[in-house]
Nanobody, 125 residues
Framework: QVQLVESGGGAVQAGGSLSLSCAASGRTFITYAMGWFRQAPGKEREFVAAISWGGGDSTTYADSVKGRFTISRDNAKNTVYLQMNSLKPEDTAVYYC?????????????????WGQGTQVTVSS
């Protein structure tokens, strides 16, 4: 069982930056690929970024965030991060982190076994 807790959300103006964190419980964090997803009001949850298990050698990004967002992990701290730069109003959503045991960084939400409760990101124009 893995518990995930996101933090770092908030309100920012367009062009600004935010850094999200997701802390995981347990001693097996390194065995989980981690993903970030988001859900805007009235829309389906969508993939944002993912990082492979282990050293995180492989990362994947949605086209909409490529070049602006960076996913990383610190296995010593059981934490995955999402650095978000050049934010746009369309990035406004609740952001969720998710864990997939021995995954390679899938983009489909049903590949992930554990989910956090989400953190709100609001970008104003």
């Amino acid at each position: 069982q893995v518990q995930l807790v996101e933090s770092g959300g908030g309100a920012v103006q367009a062009g600004g930056s935010l850094s999200l964190s997701c802390a995981a419980s347990g001693r097996t964090f390194i065995t989980y690929a981690m993903g970030w997803f988001r859900q805007a009001p009235g829309k389906e949850r969508e993939f944002v970024a993912a990082i492979s298990w282990g050293g995180g050698d492989s990362t994947t990004y949605a086209d909409s965030v490529k070049g602006r967002f960076t996913i990383s992990r610190d296995n010593a701290k059981n934490t995955v991060y999402l650095q978000m730069n050049s934010l746009k109003p369309e990035d406004t959503a609740v952001y969720y982190c998710a864990a997939d045991r021995y995954g390679s960084g899938a983009i489909r939400n049903y590949d992930y076994e554990y989910w956090g409760q989400g953190t709100q990101v609001t970008v104003s124009s």
